[in-house]
């Protein structure tokens, strides 16, 4: 990246001429440059200004954790990538590099021109899909949006990237970021008003190979793993709901925000106003300040009504056999896939009970000192599938997955989220999550099956997984 002095003031003229700056450097350069300028802005709910930015068209994303006080939203890809294939992770680290070779970066500070404001500066938003091929449809994108705002504790930060070469007409562009930047400045939200449900519609559902198929896959499965032919196999359900009117999107993700504050909710926009939303309880990596954090979770059990029944629920997750094997399974993996990239782990001994709304998990967080210069996606290419959301070996389970579950899982199970220019970022599981388009919904949810899983029981946990999303749909 190359950094240009900071804005001499905030005002449009300085901003005029940073712009010239860069269009001169792109006509030095001989090819266009992504300009990036990050200015703090008072208060913003990113989910609240997608909503006004959004067009159906384009790409956005969304990610929010509540209850770590963090949120992200961009919109309109100002630059766009895609790839399939085993090599699909370093194709868009490759991409990236590539473009922060001919990027120019400005503001981002907190005004003392030291500390960096969070979220500042160029994010690459991305998603990669379960499989590593799809059969219409590529296997990872990655893009920068045109306008991103964030909140991180009670700091805001407006994001504004603009491509420039060297015939820009840059009296346009600045004209263009200086009203973007008004408009996030001082965004005002009573002009928003979701599309909420205007009178009761019918949701039909139907079962991807029929309503008795899941115990019948979960039995075969048993058997496969009884024989010895894999430890683990992790199958999932499709649900396909269709209904008159068009499902909204950010009416499911104000819900679902408000009931999982332990989950990141998200949103992936797609072409052809397709968005792939939901509420993860499950990071798969994050690298942030020399640190590469993650987590083993595996082992589901449901709530109580009471104090009681919960603690008695969350006692017989502990002591279960079945689920301690399962999660057990899923550390070890990672700790071996991080040893084959040189990131040494030591598991702890005790994991925790994960309490979300409706169910609850078996958690073992999982951290590591990797020091600069580490790039998130080096992880991601090791972790992805874990055997929580595959199975383990995970190279002996992939065929039996597409022949038992019957459809092609895209985007579920697969990795949503962000990197910047350092590398550093977050990549959570798409679980708990659905296929939107327009008036028709797939919703995913699916449980590890081991050689003591019962199949009855594995469908009314899935059963359980899926009713988070179905709710947020109503």
Same mark, same amino acid.
């Given at each position: 990246m190359v950094?240009? /002095?900071?804005?001499?003031?905030?005002? #449009?003229?300085?901003?005029?001429? #940073?712009?010239?700056?860069?269009?001169?450097?792109?006509?030095e350069k001989g090819t266009s440059q992504l300009v990036s300028i990050s200015l703090p802005v008072r208060h913003v709910d990113p989910l609240a200004v997608l909503e006004s930015i959004y067009e159906?068209?384009?790409?956005? #994303?969304?990610?929010e954790h509540p209850a770590g006080k963090e949120a992200i939203a961009g919109a309109e890809a100002v630059i766009a990538f895609s790839a399939s294939g085993e090599k699909r992770f370093e194709a868009i680290q490759a991409f990236a590099r590539g473009v922060l070779d001919n990027c120019i970066v400005t503001g981002g500070t907190d005004g003392s021109g030291n500390d960096l404001l969070p979220f500042s500066g160029p994010h690459f938003f991305t998603a990669f899909s379960f499989e590593d091929r799809l059969r219409s449809d590529a296997a990872a994108r990655v893009f920068v949006p045109r306008w991103q705002v964030s909140i991180s504790g009670n700091i805001s930060v407006a994001v504004a990237n603009v491509l420039v070469d060297a015939g820009a007409d840059v009296d346009f562009l600045a004209k263009k970021v200086w009203a973007a930047h008004g408009k996030f400045f001082h965004f005002d939200y009573s002009g928003l008003d979701q599309e909420a449900e205007t009178e009761a519609d019918t949701v039909e559902i139907s079962e991807t190979g029929g309503s008795t198929a899941y115990p019948e896959r979960v039995a075969k499965a048993v058997a496969s793993i009884r024989s010895g032919k894999y430890r683990k196999i992790v199958l999932a359900r499709c649900l396909e709901l269709t209904r008159k009117h068009p499902f909204q999107p950010f009416v499911s993700l104000n819900g679902l925000r408000q009931y999982y504050p332990d989950c990141y909710t998200f949103s992936f926009g797609l072409e052809n106003g397709r968005s792939f939303i939901g509420a993860t309880p499950e990071r798969l990596v994050e690298v942030k300040k020399g640190y590469l954090r993650t987590v083993a979770l595996a082992g589901s059990i449901g709530r109580g009504k009471s104090a009681?029944?919960?603690?008695?629920?969350?006692?017989?997750?502990?002591n279960s056999a079945k689920d301690i094997a399962e999660h057990s399974l899923v550390a070890e993996s990672i700790r071996e896939r991080l040893a084959s990239i040189h990131v040494p782990v030591k598991l702890g001994k005790e994991s925790t009970v994960l309490r979300l709304a409706n169910v609850q998990h078996l958690l073992l967080p999982i951290e590591s000192e990797v020091g600069d210069g580490f790039h998130l996606l080096e992880a991601a290419q090791a972790l992805h599938p874990t055997p929580a959301v595959g199975g383990y070996p995970v190279d002996l389970v992939r065929g039996d997955i597409a022949e038992l579950e019957g459809f092609e899982r895209g985007l579920y199970a !697969?990795?949503?989220?962000? #990197?910047?220019a350092e590398g550093e970022g977050e990549l959570v599981v798409g679980l708990r999550s659905a296929l939107i388009e327009g008036n028709r919904a797939k919703v995913f949810a699916g449980a !590890?099956?081991?050689?003591? /899983?019962?199949?009855?029981k594995e469908l009314k946990e899935t059963d359980l997984k899926l009713s988070a999303m179905l709710r947020a749909l109503g």
């Open positions: 950094p240009i /002095s900071q804005f001499r003031s905030l005002d #449009f003229e300085s901003l005029r001429q #940073f712009l010239c700056e860069a269009a001169t450097v792109a006509s159906r068209d384009q790409f956005h #994303f969304y990610m009681s029944q919960d603690a008695q629920l969350a006692s017989e997750l502990i !697969g990795g949503i989220g962000w #990197f910047n !590890g099956i081991v050689a003591d /899983s019962d199949p009855e």
